[in-house]
């Protein structure tokens, strides 16, 4: 199934120790890349839970925010940051002697800062909470992807009708293939009349001038081989899986073929049918974007 790089999912998931959320945004981007916000107190699963999206997700830039509300499991230890305390003590008196400020600096004026008095909790005892912290991870993960799904679903659809308004138009530029070398014959044959003059006109150099310009604006390969593309975007949009930088692939050859039938038509309806196609070619190309 086609997926769009762009969606939402979240999970959550109660616990003993008490409630994680996770929730996952993802939007288009050439490679997989992956951001998480996770809390200091379960920042070490921060790795594993990329191991989990990573399996899940191909392309797409991902950011994922994890809250937990409660406690860490038990074991746990007060922890003084004698370094980070007296760097905050030594900055307070900089801080007076800059400003002028009188008084003496009190003990409860450093241990409230951020990191100098906490709890750490032993990583064999917080390991406990990674089954929930994966359970709350995959269900996001699975609603993420069935959101990526559905759009995917109606990109693939939009692209479908691209394909089939292209074939139309490269069945009109077979119709007018034939009826195109018949009018440059007449058209010649009359021209040379008018210069010349000359009645009956030498039908060796005719046949032989038509039969040069027959071979310079033969369209017979690039026909059919942008029809063959056609039908392998078609069969990439029923495989599915990671299709966004195969249809582009395609897309480019598509232009390619198409530039090349209209810079060898002089027919006008071919030419018009011609930037149909690549006005086609054009939105499908805008629309792989967003595919996975």
């Not at 050439?30 to 699963?45: A, G, H, V």
């Not at 980070?84 to 007076?96: G, I, M, Q």
């Not at 609603?143 to 659809?157: M, Q, S, T, V």
């Not at 009349?193 to 017979?220: C, H, W, Y």
Request: glycine content about 6%; overall charge positive; proline content about 2%.
């Amino acid at each position: 199934m086609i997926r769009s790089m762009t969606g939402f999912g979240n999970g959550k998931i109660k616990t003993k120790y008490g409630a994680l959320t996770v929730d996952i945004k993802t939007v288009n981007h050439k490679f997989l890349e992956i951001t998480c916000k996770l809390p200091n107190s379960i920042s070490l699963f921060e790795d594993k839970v990329k191991g989990v999206l990573q399996k899940d997700l191909k392309r797409g830039k991902a950011y994922l925010n994890l809250t937990y509300d409660g406690v860490t499991p038990h074991s746990e230890s007060l922890y003084l940051d004698l370094g980070l305390a007296r760097n905050y003590y030594n900055k307070l008196k900089e801080l007076k002697r800059v400003l002028h400020i009188e008084g003496e600096i009190a003990l409860n004026d450093i241990v409230t800062y951020p990191g100098v008095m906490n709890h750490r909790v032993s990583e064999k005892n917080i390991s406990k909470l990674w089954p929930s912290v994966q359970k709350a991870v995959n269900m996001a993960s699975l609603r993420l992807i069935k959101d990526r799904e559905r759009e995917g679903a109606d990109l693939a659809r939009d692209i479908q009708k691209r394909l089939v308004k292209m074939k139309k138009n490269l069945a009109k530029v077979k119709s007018k293939a034939h009826s195109n070398l018949k009018n440059y014959k007449k058209k010649l044959e009359q021209r040379i009349r008018e210069i010349s003059g000359i009645q009956p006109m030498n039908n060796d150099r005719l046949e032989m001038e038509v039969a040069l310009f027959a071979k310079n604006s033969d369209i017979t390969e690039e026909l059919t081989r942008l029809s063959s593309h056609v039908t392998n975007v078609e069969a990439i949009l029923v495989k599915g899986g990671e299709a966004g930088k195969k249809i582009d692939f395609v897309a480019q050859e598509m232009h390619r073929e198409a530039n090349t039938i209209g810079s060898k038509s002089s027919d006008y309806s071919i030419s018009r049918a011609v930037i149909e196609v690549k006005s086609e070619i054009e939105k499908i190309r805008e629309q792989i974007k967003n595919i996975e």
